[in-house]
């Protein structure tokens, strides 16, 4: 029992020395009502000793990467401009917000030294030299994802770390200081931590596979032969492709179509040429596509024990990952979409004084902001990789459509002239690559026009009968459009698919041609086709513009509609 209490007392007298009150932290039992508070209060003797412990690992995870760059040395690749801006950014903003920690620890422990001639309780000045170190180092590591390939995982680790590390420390103060309408130094520092941990994470995750490339390629280039023939002949030798940075771009590059801005770059300087657009992906040029389209159909007809598969259902096995992906990314715009009216009825209410809660206000601008971004962000990316998948189907069709037309027999080319097979081409083989856009179109618009009537019967009431009365109308009125437009479109590609032909087989028995003297002949023939064509294409593209401007107009005006109703205008109130 004596050696307990010596122990006890032992105990009491180093948390005395660490935290001042050996009940509480920081000197009141303010900060120590319970648990949960004491490691969220930012001023809290245990959330120092939480924070000085976290802070204590990241340190350890930045001396395991120095002593690991003693040991080994690798080749650094070339970073891209925007990752070197990006990485001097972070350790700008980390190196200024560790030696502002560090300043507010020394001038603590000045204050305590000319005032109680002491520097106890430990923790208060403790707490700020350990994060002063800790942001200032984390800051440094950066260099290290450039220059050392192997510290790539551990700085993606320590990243990942302190950003929950600063979340920690940034929300409960954030919450102190609208409790206490005012902010000290410490709780500013606190906040300011988590966007330097956000450029932290940018800047580790920034170009993995730009420098996994070529690390591995220095790597290998040890075991290349050397090409003294080709040296010697004065043969230049193209080791690296002029390939689009989309190759190598990482999830945020991807995101934000940050790869496209060397492009518009050269753009806005200059005229581009052919030999300024870079050269597409691997996995999106023809004969990757054709490989992988064959190789999914030979898997169909090995399960089906069957010569003819259905070329639409091998399409989509082959791409239903990135048609699911598309698909997702489409629900998140329609339910982004759909709350952004909620929100703005929230917003009135709270204009009108009904407040749920104290902040709501806030609460509302916030959630209407980050439901802008997604459906902004989901939006280009559907649109985008919808294009993608398109173009992928595009190109693995050309290709088959190629291979097949070089083992057609002299009888099949008698039923399948070349203007035909060509129409194939430039005109089928487009339309089935742009049915990937369309084809969450379908289910989207439904869903949309479902949320629509559910959000305007939570608003209004019954009232919302009368808007599903004008939707009705809307499609009903549409029809006859609908059928005039799809008339149109099939005589345009009638006249379309026989001007293709008309070209086609001219160029190929142009020499006939040339022996008759037929060209004139042959040309007023072609140009009243296109005549033909571009009759049909201005009714197509006229008609499709009062179909907008009727399917778009008329739910607008409905919206304007039920806001007078929810918001009527009195004149005498002005």
Known sequence: MEFLSRNRR????????????????????????????????PYSCTNHVLVISADSLLLLIFLFIVLYKSSTKFEAPSPSKWYLSLSVSSKVSNGALGLA?????????????????????????????????????????????????????????????AIFFAAFLSIPSVSKAIQDKEASVKIVLDILSFPGAILLVLSAFGEPNQAETEAGTKRNALYAPLLCKEADNGKEIRMVENVTPFAEAGFLNKLSFWWL????????????????????????????????????????????????????????????????TSGLLALIKVLTLAISPLLLRAF??????????KYEGYALTGGLFLAKCFESISERQWYFQTRLIGLQVRSCLSAAIYKKQLRLSSAAKTTHSPGEIMNYVIVDANKIGEFPYWLHQIWTTSLQICLALVVIYYSVGLASVAALLVVILTVVGNTPVAKLQYKYLKKLMVAQDSRLKAITEALTSMKVLKLYAWE???????????????????????????????????????????????????????
């Open 348 to 357: 009135i209410r709270v204009a009108q004084g009904n407040e749920a809660f």
């Open 261 to 324: 801005n060397a492009l518009m770059k050269k753009g806005k300087h200059k005229t581009l040429e052919n030999k300024d657009i870079p050269k597409l992906r691997l996995e999106d040029r023809a004969e990757t596509c054709y490989l992988k389209f064959m190789e999914q159909l030979s898997i169909q007809e090995r399960k089906e024990s069957s010569d003819s598969s259905s070329i639409s259902s091998t399409i989509f096995l082959w791409q239903w990952k990135a048609i699911l």
């Open 101 to 161: 920690y560090l300043g507010m620890g020394l001038w603590i422990i000045s204050e305590r030294l000319s005032s109680k001639q002491s520097i106890t309780p430990l923790h208060g000045w403790l707490v700020m030299v350990f994060q002063g170190l800790t942001w200032f180092l984390m800051g440094s590591t950066v260099s290290f994802k450039t220059g050392q390939h192997p510290h790539s995982i551990m700085v993606k680790i320590s990243s990942i770390l």
């Open 520 to 574: 004139t002949h042959f040309r007023n023939v072609i140009e009243g086709l296109r005549k033909e064509e571009y009759k049909w294409l201005s009714a197509v593209l006229s008609q499709r513009g009062y179909y907008l401007a009727l399917f778009c107009g008329l739910p607008h005006c409905v919206g304007y509609y039920f806001l007078g109703m929810l918001l009527p205008w009195n004149p005498s109130e002005c």
């Open 10 to 41: 032992m105990a009491e007298s180093v948390w005395i020395i660490f935290c001042g009150d050996p009940q509480c932290s920081n000197g009141g039992r303010d900060n120590c009502s319970s648990i949960l508070s004491a490691i969220v209060h």
